[in-house]
């Protein structure tokens, strides 16, 4: 039996670059680098180790919803072993928010095929971690969400959730959709065969229309949130140097007290 695993990667500003909003209070991705956010590398990790550990067949097939760009993080994912990438793209996307975001994945995910869905814990820019939960709401699958640890057999996910007192040892049959988190296993690094091997690989382009999706469904317009206001975080100040003097203990105590840390 063969087993298709999705795995959901996104296209992100790097957090290194000078990020700012545009007019409409979306992101300005125009101005500024991206790269594959590096907690959905984690979920091509495991994506391929659960194809390497397998007796039978593994298509994994990475997704991505984003601008042209994004086929940079398809590309990377691709060069670490993935067998194929899907690139959602569309004019009226733009300001789409997590909702609309979750519309399309599931419904790019349904027309591609699937038993196993596997996304990182949150996005390194919005960081809500609520798209695998919205998944498998509109797939109408089970979720089994922060994994460190994750396998398949006989048609059953199998993965341990690790809180802050105890283990959870979870299961669920498929098809359902699983995140992991940076605990879950070091992402391999791609290797100059990866790299070649990726330049061949197929990257099917889909739009909206591909997915029956109405323009007003997503994008600012069909948006369930909204950015009110943004504004630049105001520049750090010099910050407090308490001299000691003999009094430098309680003086530091006064001031950790004022600013509400103890
Ligand atoms: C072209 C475009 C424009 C957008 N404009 C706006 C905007 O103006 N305002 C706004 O609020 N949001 C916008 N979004 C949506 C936003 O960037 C997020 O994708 C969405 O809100 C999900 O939130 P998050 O990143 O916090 O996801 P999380 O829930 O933190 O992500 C968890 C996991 O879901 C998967 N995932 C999330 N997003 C994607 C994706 N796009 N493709 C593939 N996998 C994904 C990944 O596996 C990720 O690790 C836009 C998205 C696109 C594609």
Known sequence: MSLRIVVTVKYVPDATG???FADDLTVDRDDVDGLLSELDEYAVEQALQIKENA??????????????????ALRKALSMGADKAIHVEDDDLH???????????AKAIEKAGYDLVISGMAS??????????LLAERLGVPQVTLLSEVSVED?????????????????????AVVSVTDQSGEARYP???????????????????????DADEVGLEGAWTKVEEAAERPARSAGTIVKDEGEGGKQLAE??????FI
């Open 55 to 72: 007796d039978d067949d593994v298509e994994v097939t990475v997704l991505t919803v984003g601008p042209e760009d994004a086929k940079d």
């Open 191 to 213: 290797s100059f065969k990866g790299i070649m091997a990726a330049k061949k690989k197929p990257v099917e382009s889909w739009d909206l229309s591909d997915l029956d999706i």
């Open 255 to 260: 001031f950790l007290a004022s600013q509400k």
């Open 155 to 175: 048609g059953t996910v199998t993965g341990r959730r690790d809180g802050d007192a105890a283990s959870e040892q979870l299961q669920a049959s498929l098809p």
């Open 18 to 20: 000078d990020r700012h």
């Open 95 to 105: 300001g789409t928010d997590a909702i609309g975001t979750s519309l399309v994945l």
């Open 124 to 133: 390194t820019d919005g960081t809500m971690g609520v798209v695998p939960a």
